[in-house]
């Protein structure tokens, strides 16, 4: 996948002055062994210059990762630690940081050996509140060489969305789509995040797209295309309009992401887009969200910020569907109940015209958009691409600035069911505990709008650190709660 940051972490440990700088010495070697020998060499870097107990140490470390293209930071208390130097670090250097210390004491050695990291963690977490400094620390910060080098490793994909975050551009195509006003949002909190977002209209793309007509380059598009698709071609007359726009959104990236080094899309998909391009961009959103770079429709800036995110988590294709119907109660009765662990309002579909790429589902074919189709003539709505999503583990999640310019966020684990769907578009039966619940009170009441994003795979410990880490408020992030557990809005006697 493109469009994806690669991670250089620097490890630089730090020491008070009143304790043997050879703990820290020691312990960082001890960490960095410990993290090679489990995880290899790539993308880490042990900052060898000093061990830093002072302002000046703190420079010179600071410019030994910078020099190194460190792009992600790790200050490693070996022992008690300089508050202020190792806080001055985190403050000036520019990217994600991350505190942890070490706990490598043995009973035999309790007096030169006691480090006092456990308090040191302490005062360094108070001291980078006093200077505003944001940093991520593990949920049990401490430990010993080998559970510090695994605290660094999950702490890997949360560092890669901050710095994709810090370098990214939205660029969006269009206004929302009547009556969807739920895609529309602030973007106030867009700038906030540090993220640049260009607004364009459909008929600056109408226009690049007819400029684009007769490219060189669209038959080994088409190409591509066929070998994707395979038997499931049953378009082929349309193929050779989604290259020419799919090589139209390629130029217009690499035309416009100006001084960024990752994009995302929004792009408006209907009602004018088929009756004037002649197709609908379902496939081609898929095909570019597999390489790296999301694409949503209806212009929902929030919902590709949210599938960008959590491509650069799980560095894999992730998609964006409704949350759409309910499991007909005749087809839970026959397919679900009894084979699986889950109640009916557990259980739900989620749909989208057909934007999944095809790697997510488990079977695709080339078709007309049925939902367009029953108000425009069909031949102009060609180019959706249909299939079941694949069965397995997924993350439901979405970041969002809400209608009272707040940002919001919600995480929740479930799964893909192994049933057929027996409906259309790109679409799968999910299954996520206590989603009836959930539904009501973190959905509606957070007020989310329909599009959520899914990514494959248990991703929620890493997205719940990266929304605390841009500034979501922990009590912002919603989250299926188990039985018992009553959100603040329930109903204590429903």
């Avoid at 100006?258 to 408006?268: C, D, E, F, Q, S």
């Avoid at 007909?328 to 009916?344: A, C, F, L, S, V």
Wanted: net charge negative; proline share 5%.
């Amino acid at each position: 996948m493109n469009n994806i940051p690669e991670l250089k972490i620097g490890v630089v440990a730090v020491s008070r002055d009143c304790f043997p700088e050879s703990l820290s010495v020691t312990r960082r070697k001890n960490l960095m062994k410990a993290y090679t020998e489990k995880y290899g060499e790539e993308g880490i870097y042990e900052c060898p210059v000093c061990i830093v107990e002072s302002e000046l140490h703190m420079v010179q470390a600071l410019e030994d990762i910078k020099a190194a293209g460190c792009n992600a930071l790790v200050v490693y208390l070996g022992n008690f630690g300089p508050e202020i130097a190792e806080t001055l670090l985190a403050k000036h250097f520019e990217g994600p940081k991350m505190f942890i210390a070490a706990a490598e004491e043995r009973g035999d050695n309790l007096v030169q050996g006691r480090g006092d990291a456990y308090c040191g963690m302490l005062n360094a977490s108070y001291n980078l509140k006093l200077r505003n400094v944001k940093a991520y620390i593990p949920e049990y910060p401490v430990g010993d060489a080998e559970e510090c080098a695994d605290m660094i490793h999950e702490f890997i994909p949360i560092a890669r969305a901050i710095v994709g975050l810090g370098e990214l551009k939205i660029i969006s195509f269009g206004p929302r789509p009547l009556n969807f006003l739920a895609c529309n949002a602030p973007i106030k909190q867009l700038y906030n995040l540090g993220i640049e977002i260009e607004e364009n209209s459909e008929l600056d793309l109408f226009e690049a797209f007819n400029r684009h007509a007769g490219d060189e380059r669209i038959p080994a598009i088409v190409k591509e295309m066929e070998d994707e698709l395979g038997a499931g071609n049953k378009k082929p007359e349309i193929l050779e309009k989604l290259a020419q726009y799919e090589l139209t959104l390629k130029d217009w990236i690499d035309e416009h992401k100006g001084y960024r080094k990752y994009v995302a899309l929004a792009g408006k998909c209907w009602p004018a887009f088929q009756t004037q391009f002649g197709f609908v961009p379902c496939y081609v959103n898929s095909r570019l969200t597999a390489q790296g770079i999301p694409v949503s429709c209806e212009v929902d800036i929030y919902g590709t910020l949210s599938e960008f995110i959590g491509a650069v988590v799980s560095k894999d294709v992730v998609t964006l569907l409704d949350i759409n119907n309910s499991v007909p109660k005749d087809m839970y009765e026959e397919e679900i109940k009894g084979k699986y662990d889950y109640t009916q309002q557990e259980t739900f579909m989620g749909f989208h015209c057909g934007n999944t790429a095809s790697k997510k589902l488990t079977f695709c074919e080339m078709k007309y958009q049925m939902i367009m189709a029953r108000t425009l003539p069909e031949e102009v709505t060609q180019g959706t691409l249909e299939g079941d999503i694949v069965p397995g583990d997924i993350t439901f999640y979405r970041l969002q600035s809400t209608a009272d310019n707040k940002l919001r966020a919600y995480i929740a684990h479930g799964e893909v069911l192994p049933v057929a769907t027996r409906s259309f578009g790109g679409i799968g039966v999910f299954a996520i505990p206590q989603m009836g619940r959930f539904y009501r009170h973190v959905l509606i009441e957070g007020g989310y709008p329909h599009h959520g994003a899914v990514a494959f795979g248990h991703h929620g410990k890493a997205l719940f650190e990266v929304f605390k880490y841009i500034g979501v408020p922990v009590e912002e992030i919603g989250y299926n709660q188990p039985a018992g557990v009553r959100y603040p809005t329930e109903n204590p006697w429903r």
